[in-house]
């Protein structure tokens, strides 16, 4: 018995090894789990369930597969891939869920984030995912050209990198006050999510009682999977081999 976790794999045709690791992940070793969690930034941006990337239906192809397995897949929006929606989804096998989602993770109650909503540190990125969580700009955005929904997705891109470069990386990981409060308010001791990139088991205290945040890792450099069971919760990490 395991339930299995990944997140941050911010797919792209620039890195063919990705792909190829996450396909590999999902043919050799999903399907004997329970279920499969994708905490967000499977894709390093989305402009459109309509984008005829042939990265996106290989990628739906694969998840499909495991689907037809028996392996339940749920879905997480990130904050590269906000704008997935229910036609790839269903393309996917995969179902939704919306952010954050309490589950029942063998007996412990247990809550799902991406994660960049507890970053509150970064004013700026903050005021900025307000912005596109409002669901008339987000359908205003889907109904402009697809050659323009790509070029505009590109600029934002490079904006980010831009900012991001100059900020301290203390300010754009989480703060103990965001974490803390969120598992209050949904009386979760467990939380995994992703978005940070820095992988970790972090256990501390939550009022009188004992908490544990799980941070999942991006798959740049190796594939990072969260991999959980009735005894407890590992992280695990996949090489990523070069494409010939």
Not at 227 to 233: D, E, H, N
Request: charged share 25%.
């Amino acid at each position: 018995m395991s339930t299995l976790f990944i997140s941050d794999l911010h797919l792209c045709s620039a890195r063919p090894d990705m792909t190829a690791a996450l396909i590999q992940f999902l043919q050799q070793e999903a399907p004997g789990a329970d279920a499969l969690y994708v905490l967000g930034d499977l894709f390093e941006f989305w402009i459109g369930d309509d984008d005829p990337c042939p990265l996106h239906q290989q990628v739906a192809d694969a998840f499909l597969a495991l689907s037809k397995r028996g392996v339940p897949l749920y879905f997480i929006h990130g904050n590269r891939d906000f704008l997935l929606g229910k036609g790839f989804a269903k393309q996917a096998g995969m179902m939704l869920l919306p952010d954050p989602c309490i589950i029942d993770l063998y007996g412990t109650r247990t809550l799902l984030s991406h994660g960049d909503r507890l970053c509150t540190d970064d004013v700026d990125y903050q005021k900025f995912r307000r912005i596109t969580q409002l669901s008339w700009l987000r359908w205003l955005f889907l109904r402009l050209p697809l050659a323009r929904r790509r070029k505009i997705a590109g600029k934002l891109r490079g904006q980010s990198q831009q900012q991001n470069s100059h900020k301290p990386h203390i300010i754009m990981d989480v703060t103990e006050q965001a974490v803390a409060d969120l598992m209050k308010a949904h009386d979760c001791q467990l939380l995994i999510h992703g978005h940070t990139h820095r992988p970790a088991i972090h256990d501390f205290r939550l009022g009188k009682r004992s908490a544990r945040r799980i941070v999942l890792g991006d798959w740049f450099e190796q594939g990072s999977i969260l991999v959980c069971k009735p005894s407890g919760q590992q992280l695990e990490a996949r090489p990523l081999r070069p494409i010939e």
